[in-house]
C-alpha cells in the first residue's frame, strides 16, 4: 500500500459513518456529566467500541465502487453507488416511461432510496429526459450542471429549463473546472464545464500529450446543438481506480482539455463521449487516457460510428471495449457479443448484417425491450475491477497493475 492509499484508508474511515466532531461531543458531554473515573473510562470505551463497529458496518456494507451503465437507448444515465452507499447519478436518459422504469429498476437494484448527488452533463433530451418525472418518485438531494445552456442551441427545450430551475432552488451547484462533489470515500473533480478546461494536473496529469501530434480541429459551426460542447464532465476516483465521463463533449472540446498538457493522466474505464459518436472521441483525448475498458453508450442507430471503434481500437492498452447496445451502423464490426448488453432478436441482427442501414445518427424509436440489461462495474480500492453484462452474466476481472 503506498502512502496515498494510506492516506484514502484513514480518511474513509473517518467519514464512515460518525462525523468526528459528533463523537469528541457525544464523550465531551458523558465526561462532564460523570465524575466518578472508572465509570466515565466504561461509558467512553463503549462508546468507542459502538463507534468502531458501526465503522466497520459501513465499510462492510460496501468496500467497494459500483457503476451501472443503463441502457437508455444512445442516451446516458450511469449510477455510481459509494463505498459508503452514497449515490451519484449522471443523466437520466430519454423522455417517456422505458428510461424512466430502467433507471428506478436501477436504483432499487442498487438498494438506492435518495439520489444524494444529480449530475446533469448537458440539456438534451437523451440526458435530461426522465429527470423532471424522476425527481417525483425519487428524493434528489443535490444538483449539479454546467449553468445556463449554448444560447445558439435549437434543441434544448425551454419548458425543461424552467421547471428545472425551479426544481432545484437551494439544491443546485454550477460547477466549473477544479469544482469537486463531496462524496464519501471518493474523489469527484470537474474536468469541464462550459466550454472552460481544468488548467491545473490533477494526481498523474501533467505531461506533454503526444496523442495531440497530427490530430486536427473540426469545423463545428455548422452544428445546431452547441450544448454538447458545453457538457459537464468529471474524473471520478476511488484509491488506484479511476474513470472519466464528458457527457457529450465534442471533438474540439476534446483538444481544449487535453492539449498539448494532459492534465488528467490515465484512467481505468473511459464512458465514451458522446455515445461512440465521430464527432467525439479524438485520438487526443482517448488514446491519451490509456483506458484499460471502454464502455460505449451507444444506441441500434446512434453511436457506434466506425471512426470511434478505430480510435479505440489503436488505443495503446486497451484491452476490452463493452458496449450497451449492439449498433446496427457497426454490423460486424461490433465488440463479441460477450461484451455486449443488448442485442436485437436474430432476425433483426441477420437482416442487419445482410442489409447494413444507411449511416446516420438518428436513435430512432428503439422498442422497449425488457429487461434492459447492464453494464455493470465493480472497483476496488487497489484498482482492481470486475466488469459483468448482466445479459448473460459474463464477466472479467482486471487485476490492479
Ligand atoms: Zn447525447
Ligand atoms: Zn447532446
Not at 189 to 206: F, K
Request: proline letters at 5%.
Amino acid at each position: 500500500m503506498n502512502s496515498s492509499t494510506a492516506a484514502r484508508n484513514i480518511k474513509f474511515q473517518s467519514n464512515s459513518g460518525f462525523p468526528a466532531g459528533r463523537q469528541s461531543s457525544a464523550i465531551k458531554l458523558v465526561g462532564d456529566s460523570l465524575k466518578e473515573p472508572l465509570v466515565r473510562a466504561v461509558i467512553v470505551t463503549v462508546l468507542c467500541v459502538t463507534v468502531g463497529i458501526a465503522g466497520l458496518l459501513a465499510q462492510a456494507r460496501t468496500g467497494t465502487l459500483s457503476i451501472y451503465y443503463i441502457d437508455t437507448e444512445g442516451g446516458q444515465s450511469t449510477l455510481f453507488v459509494g463505498p459508503a452507499g452514497e449515490s451519484l447519478l449522471v443523466d437520466t436518459g430519454n423522455a417517456g416511461e422505458r428510461d424512466l422504469g430502467r433507471i428506478v429498476e436501477t436504483l432499487n437494484t442498487a438498494g438506492v432510496r435518495q439520489i444524494d448527488h444529480l449530475w446533469t452533463t448537458h440539456y438534451h433530451g437523451d440526458h435530461i429526459g426522465a429527470l423532471l418525472a424522476l425527481a417525483r418518485q425519487v428524493p434528489i438531494a443535490r444538483f449539479y450542471d454546467h449553468g445556463k445552456p449554448h444560447p445558439n442551441d435549437r434543441i434544448v427545450a425551454a419548458a425543461f429549463l424552467s421547471a428545472y430551475d425551479e426544481l432545484t432552488q437551494g439544491k443546485r451547484t454550477i460547477v466549473k473546472p477544479g469544482d469537486t462533489v463531496r462524496m464519501t470515500g471518493v474523489d469527484i473533480t470537474t474536468v469541464a464545464s462550459a466550454n472552460q478546461y481544468i488548467r491545473t494536473n490533477l494526481p498523474g496529469g501533467g505531461s506533454q500529450n503526444a496523442s495531440c501530434e497530427g490530430v486536427r480541429q473540426k469545423d463545428e459551426s455548422a452544428y445546431i446543438d452547441p450544448d454538447n460542447g458545453e457538457s459537464a464532465g468529471f474524473v471520478l476516483t476511488y484509491g488506484q481506480f479511476r474513470t472519466i465521463d464528458l457527457g457529450d463533449l465534442t471533438w474540439n472540446g476534446e483538444l481544449d482539455l487535453m492539449c498539448p498538457t494532459n492534465r488528467i493522466g490515465t484512467v481505468s474505464v473511459y464512458l465514451t463521449s458522446h455515445h461512440g459518436l465521430e464527432r467525439s472521441g479524438s485520438p487526443a483525448l482517448v488514446h491519451a487516457l490509456r483506458p484499460r475498458v471502454a464502455v460505449m453508450n451507444n444506441g441500434t442507430r446512434k453511436g457506434g460510428a466506425a471512426d470511434a471503434f478505430r480510435v479505440l481500437h489503436e488505443t495503446p492498452g486497451l484491452e476490452d471495449l463493452w458496449q450497451l447496445h449492439w449498433s446496427h451502423n457497426a454490423g460486424l464490426d461490433n465488440a463479441p457479443a460477450m461484451f455486449v448488453a443488448n442485442v436485437d432478436d436474430n432476425a433483426t441482427v441477420a437482416s442487419v448484417l445482410t442489409t447494413p442501414p444507411p449511416a446516420g445518427r438518428g436513435g430512432g424509436p428503439a422498442p422497449p425491450h425488457s429487461p434492459a440489461h447492464l453494464v455493470k462495474v465493480t472497483a476496488r480500492q487497489d484498482g482492481t475491477f470486475t466488469v459483468v453484462n448482466t445479459r448473460n452474466g459474463f464477466s472479467k476481472t482486471y487485476r490492479a497493475k
